[in-house]
């Protein structure tokens, strides 16, 4: 028995094919089509008798035209009007292209309408901008109503919550955000948040739009008068070792007074923030990288509450993350922050201690290290643009944690 020949489509399906496009979607596609009819168009529907069964069923519903040739024995040519796309679609049990196109287009101004005005305005309006242009946009399952309605959700908590609390909010399912969900909208962040910075985690890019990952806690020490409501006021001049609150606290507390601060140090990592003693003219915050709404709304009532004249310091690595966090804090929280310990001099001394780190790798020896090194040159490192060079001429970075390993620079701050 000869081997059977599976029929991959019909010849409704192949001329859907053949209308379906940018211009059929965006509704410019008019007129006629002539489609010549060659060996791979009888394989594609199982042959050249099964075509010609096709064609003239289709021509006897008065959707083509075609003349038979060698005594009705083949076809060289099919003649049509893209206005049939409705009917081959029908016969097969499929949503017209351009039919779902304006579907797609109706759902996307709806969530454009409920993001006017917001970062996520401009995804909109791009998809919009693809879609009436009549682009099929593969990345994006418009079909999937949740997934908008996640982004949606985003945009308009009004206090911070966990992961999995976020994930029943909105699908009713604990764990279906972190599973289903996350990495897609993890995407459109890194491309479209106004939050998002550089060398940021998963978690530190879903924090700062207020979904928590892990527990949140703000650290510093120094003297700060801060009240929980109305009726209770907290004073952690005493607390000499440090003081933790955590994210309820955090919601509810108010800076009020800094009595004698003359200075505040942000410093990025927790072994160096544990290092540095109490002062009475310094309040020391410990930054763990990007910080949160939350965190941020208390730090500038800490601004607010400081006395004219107040220094704003930021103590971080020596690296593409450590620039990018010390633009953050004076874009989002001091405007007067200034860069302590991250110049020319410190660098080169600290290299001259072995606190080195190769820029991801030697440069130039793979595509991670020549890809860091590329958003290295194009940052625009404002301040920090001498250190920026310093890291690019060595092709070394510098943790802070390495520097206690050497000289104490602690000391001098």
């Known amino acids: 028995m000869g081997k059977v020949k599976n029929r991959e489509t019909t010849l409704v399906r192949y001329l859907i094919g053949q209308i379906d496009g940018n211009a059929y979607r965006a509704g410019t596609l008019k007129g006629m089509k002539h489609t010549k009819i060659d060996s791979g168009v009888f394989e594609a529907v199982g042959g ?37 796309m409705p009917a081959l679609c029908e016969r ?29 305005s401009p995804y909109y309006e791009r998809n919009l901008d693809r879609l009436e242009r009549g682009d099929e946009i593969k990345s994006v399952d418009f079909e999937d109503e949740l997934f908008f309605r996640c982004l949606d959700r985003m945009l308009y908590l009004e206090k911070p919550v966990w992961r999995r609390v976020f994930s029943a909010m909105v699908f009713g399912k604990t764990k279906a955000f972190e599973q289903e969900y996350q990495s897609r909208i993890l ?19 879903l924090k700062v739009h207020g979904i928590l ?3 949140q806690t703000l650290e510093w020490k120094g003297p ?8 209770i006021s907290v004073d952690t001049s005493d607390s000499l070792y440090g003081t933790v ?30 290092d540095m003693e109490y002062r009475p003219d310094t309040l020391y915050l410990f930054c763990h990288g990007f910080f949160s709404p939350k965190e941020m709304a208390f730090l500038k009532g800490i601004a607010a509450v400081a006395e004219d004249g107040t220094e704003y310091l930021h103590w971080g690595d020596m690296d593409l993350g450590g620039i990018r966090i010390f633009q953050f804090n004076k874009k989002n929280i001091f405007p007067q922050l200034k860069p302590c310990k ?10 001259g201690q072995g606190a080195g780190i190769p820029l991801d ?3 130039g020896s793979g595509k991670k290290g020549d890809l860091k090194r590329e958003r290295l040159e194009k940052l625009d490192a404002g301040e920090l643009e001498e250190l920026k060079n310093c890291i690019l001429e060595s092709g070394m970075e510098i943790e802070q944690e390495i520097l206690l390993a050497g000289e104490n620079e602690s000391a001098d701050i």
């Open 187 to 205: 995407s459109v962040l890194r491309q479209y948040s106004p939050f998002c910075e550089e060398g940021m985690t998963d978690a530190e890019l």
């Open 224 to 231: 700060l008068r801060y009240h929980i409501g109305e009726g």
């Open 342 to 351: 991250m110049d020319k001099e410190t660098f080169y001394r600290a290299l």
């Open 213 to 215: 990952t892990y527990s």
């Open 92 to 120: 097969e049990g499929i949503e017209d292209p351009r039919h779902r196109q304006k579907r797609y287009i109706r759902q996307t101004k709806g969530w454009l309408a409920r993001a006017k005005g917001t970062w996520l």
């Open 245 to 274: 609150i955590n994210a309820q606290t955090l919601e509810h507390a108010v800076p009020a007074a800094l009595p004698g601060v003359r200075r505040v140090l942000i410093i990025e990592n927790k072994a160096n923030y544990e």
């Open 361 to 363: 790798g030697e440069v």
């Open 48 to 84: 050249r008798g099964a075509l010609i069964e096709q064609a003239d069923q289709l021509k006897r519903e008065g959707l083509l035209q075609f003349r038979k040739e060698d005594l009705g024995a083949d076809i060289k040519q099919i003649h049509y009007s893209v206005d049939i």
